[in-house]
């Protein structure tokens, strides 16, 4: 007979707590209930670029782009973001009733989801194999893991707000988290890298079809697993590597090539300030001049600057939300922010501030213990190079956005991984360090109210709602006024304002 397998209590626990967790995100990204957001600009773009594609076309209608578009003088519009988000409309979408129900809300639901019970796994890797050995000490640990993971990371802040700015940002944020559980579980096993190689080339792949700051770093820290690799397993490892440097390369041309067709230039990644060529959408709907200060920075400081890297770590590091108690201090960042950056140019700051030492307190903490952890893999430290890489970029950029802190995520969880290795054995031991216990609830509990005090007002963030006329949804007539400047025929404006399946001008 088949013996039944059993799951042990802290298992369960945690399953549980990801059960809890993947429920909750469901909740709050959900169209529909008791917590349903309001109409977040750009839930259908991605929708409607699907249905583009199976028209053998690579634009998206103006009036679904809107400002976020980049366009051509003729008034084309395409989409400068990857198309990695499409993945599930390929997998879904010919059973979805696209394009009157969008499916931003399940795609940012899935990749958040996906991407938190990645983390998890890498986490509990480490801690399931170095931390109290069985009996409550290891339930009691294994639940605050869990709920620091689900509760005080980015999938939370992912979930509550499924707009057009979060679907490449989630589906990077998987691509993350399956990088990190792979690189960590071959770690922690001491294995031969094998097949582990093409996964994290699948990762990488399809991060620089999301977010290519993000995908950068992956696609070193492939390089780096290679290298590794042929040193170690010598033959073993050829047929993996060729297959995982087939995968880099396949993806890699597909980018180039979706550049060339959407931009003109493989090495073009998005239109300009200039209004004579493809530009970006404000400038050439008349909403930001092509000299506007914004525009200026990145003309003379680029859009990566090595310069800006320091004032944006600090910020994104220990910046305060603007408009709480915290209020006074958090002028006084800005204004050290402002300082240090005189010499950058303008560097756009979108609201709500809140610093990742405040959102991720739990894994500050255990990553503090990387310092002081012996015993680690030295294979660890190409994933804290890896995920570095992609944070280093991240913070050279010249916005700073909530979004853009979820970037530098898999370095922070990278680190932890490695502090795990120190602290994960001591909360075994009997005494069971009853200062670094309180001190790791401690910071769990603050990093899930403080997540969850930033999900509140994030929640209304892009809405189409909004007081400004950023996000707001256009009708024909209003599509037609804002492109009569261009001088374009009636027949052209008709074109560019119309919506599929609308034929009559009138409608």
Same mark, same amino acid.
């Given at each position: 007979?088949?013996?039944?397998?059993?799951?042990?209590?802290?298992?369960?626990?945690?399953?549980?707590?990801?059960?809890?967790?993947?429920?909750?995100?469901?909740?709050?990204?959900?169209?529909?209930?008791?917590?349903?957001?309001?109409?977040?600009?750009?839930?259908?773009?991605?929708?409607?670029?699907?249905?583009?594609?199976?028209?053998?076309?690579?634009?998206?209608?103006?009036?679904?782009?809107?400002?976020?578009?980049?366009?051509?003088?003729?008034?084309?519009?395409?989409?400068?973001?990857?198309?990695?988000?499409?993945?599930?409309?390929?997998?879904?979408?010919?059973?979805?009733?696209?394009?009157?129900?969008?499916?931003?809300?399940?795609?940012?639901?899935?990749?958040?989801?996906?991407?938190?019970?990645?983390?998890?796994?890498?986490?509990?890797?480490?801690?399931?194999?170095?931390?109290?050995?069985?009996?409550?000490?290891?339930?009691?640990?294994?639940?605050?893991?869990?709920?620091?993971?689900?509760?005080?990371?980015?999938?939370?802040?992912?979930?509550?707000?499924?707009?057009?700015?979060?679907?490449?940002?989630?589906?990077?944020?998987?691509?993350?988290?399956?990088?990190?559980?792979?690189w960590t579980r071959n770690a922690v096993l001491?294995?031969?890298?094998?097949?582990?190689?093409?996964?994290?080339?699948?990762?990488?792949?399809?991060?620089?079809?999301?977010?290519?700051?993000?995908?950068?770093?992956?696609?070193?820290?492939?390089?780096?697993?290679?290298?590794?690799?042929?040193?170690?397993?010598?033959?073993?490892?050829?047929?993996? @590597?060729? #297959?995982?440097?087939?995968?880099?390369?396949?993806? +890699? %041309? $597909? =980018?180039?090539?979706?550049?060339?067709? &959407?931009? *003109?230039?493989?090495?073009?990644?998005?239109?300009?300030?200039?209004?004579?060529?493809?530009?970006?959408?404000?400038?050439?709907?008349?909403?930001?001049?092509?000299?506007?200060?914004?525009?200026?920075?990145?003309?003379?400081?680029?859009?990566?600057?090595?310069?800006?890297?320091?004032?944006?770590?600090?910020?994104?590091?220990?910046?305060?939300?603007?408009?709480?108690?915290?209020?006074?201090?958090?002028? @006084?960042? #800005?204004?050290?922010?402002?300082?240090?950056?005189? +010499? %950058? $140019? =303008?560097?756009?700051?979108?609201?709500? &501030?809140? *610093?990742?030492?405040?959102?991720?307190?739990?894994w500050i903490v255990v990553g503090m213990a990387?310092?002081?952890?012996?015993?680690?893999?030295?294979?660890?430290?190409?994933?804290?190079?890896?995920?570095?890489?992609?944070?280093?970029?991240?913070?050279?950029?010249?916005?700073?956005?909530?979004?853009?802190?979820?970037?530098?995520?898999?370095?922070?969880?990278?680190?932890?991984?490695?502090?795990?290795?120190?602290?994960?054995?001591?909360?075994?031991?009997?005494?069971?360090?009853?200062?670094?216990?309180?001190?790791?609830?401690?910071?769990?509990?603050?990093?899930?109210?403080?997540?969850?005090?930033?999900?509140?007002?994030?929640?209304?963030?892009?809405?189409?709602?909004?007081?400004?006329?950023?996000?707001?949804?256009?009708?024909?007539?209003e599509c037609i006024a804002k492109a009569k400047?261009?001088?374009?025929?009636?027949?052209?404006?008709?074109?560019?304002?119309?919506?599929?399946?609308?034929?009559?001008?009138?409608?």
């Amino acid at each position: 007979m088949l013996q039944r397998r059993t799951i042990d209590p802290a298992t369960a626990g945690a399953i549980g707590v990801a059960v809890l967790g993947a429920l909750l995100y469901g909740l709050l990204a959900s169209p529909i209930g008791p917590l349903a957001p309001n109409e977040a600009f750009g839930n259908d773009i991605y929708d409607y670029y699907f249905l583009s594609i199976l028209d053998g076309r690579l634009d998206v209608p103006a009036r679904i782009l809107r400002l976020e578009g980049h366009y051509t003088p003729d008034g084309t519009g395409y989409l400068y973001h990857g198309l990695a988000p499409l993945l599930t409309r390929f997998a879904v979408g010919w059973a979805w009733p696209l394009p009157e129900v969008s499916m931003a809300y399940a795609s940012v639901w899935f990749w958040a989801v996906s991407g938190t019970a990645f983390y998890h796994l890498a986490f509990a890797t480490v801690a399931g194999r170095f931390g109290p050995p069985a009996g409550l000490r290891r339930v009691v640990w294994s639940v605050v893991l869990a709920f620091g993971i689900w509760f005080a990371s980015p999938g939370l802040l992912f979930a509550v707000r499924p707009s057009l700015f979060h679907e490449p940002n989630a589906v990077a944020y998987a691509m993350g988290g399956g990088f990190v559980f792979l690189w960590t579980r071959n770690a922690v096993l001491g294995r031969p890298w094998g097949w582990t190689l093409p996964g994290l080339a699948i990762c990488a792949a399809i991060a620089l079809h999301a977010r290519p700051n993000v995908a950068v770093g992956l696609y070193a820290g492939v390089v780096i697993a290679l290298g590794l690799a042929l040193l170690r397993d010598r033959q073993q490892a050829i047929r993996p @590597a060729l #297959l995982a440097i087939a995968i880099l390369g396949v993806s +890699g %041309l $597909g =980018f180039l090539g979706l550049n060339a067709v &959407r931009f *003109g230039s493989a090495v073009e990644v998005h239109g300009s300030y200039d209004a004579e060529s493809l530009s970006y959408g404000p400038v050439f709907w008349g909403h930001e001049m092509s000299d506007s200060p914004r525009a200026s920075a990145f003309e003379d400081y680029g859009r990566f600057n090595l310069g800006r890297i320091l004032p944006n770590a600090m910020l994104y590091g220990l910046d305060l939300p603007e408009k709480s108690v915290a209020a006074p201090p958090s002028e @006084a960042i #800005l204004s050290a922010y402002r300082a240090a950056t005189e +010499g %950058l $140019g =303008f560097i756009r700051i979108e609201p709500p &501030r809140i *610093g990742a030492v405040w959102l991720w307190a739990p894994w500050i903490v255990v990553g503090m213990a990387a310092f002081a952890a012996r015993g680690a893999p030295r294979r660890l430290l190409g994933l804290v190079a890896a995920t570095g890489i992609a944070a280093v970029l991240t913070l050279a950029y010249g916005t700073v956005t909530l979004r853009y802190r979820f970037d530098t995520w898999p370095l922070f969880a990278a680190v932890a991984v490695v502090g795990l290795y120190r602290i994960a054995p001591a909360l075994g031991q009997g005494t069971g360090r009853p200062i670094l216990s309180g001190l790791l609830v401690a910071a769990t509990l603050f990093g899930v109210g403080m997540t969850a005090l930033t999900a509140m007002g994030y929640r209304d963030e892009f809405s189409v709602n909004a007081p400004t006329n950023f996000f707001v949804r256009w009708t024909r007539e209003e599509c037609i006024a804002k492109a009569k400047f261009h001088d374009f025929s009636q027949e052209r404006l008709d074109q560019i304002c119309a919506l599929p399946g609308e034929t009559d001008p009138a409608s």
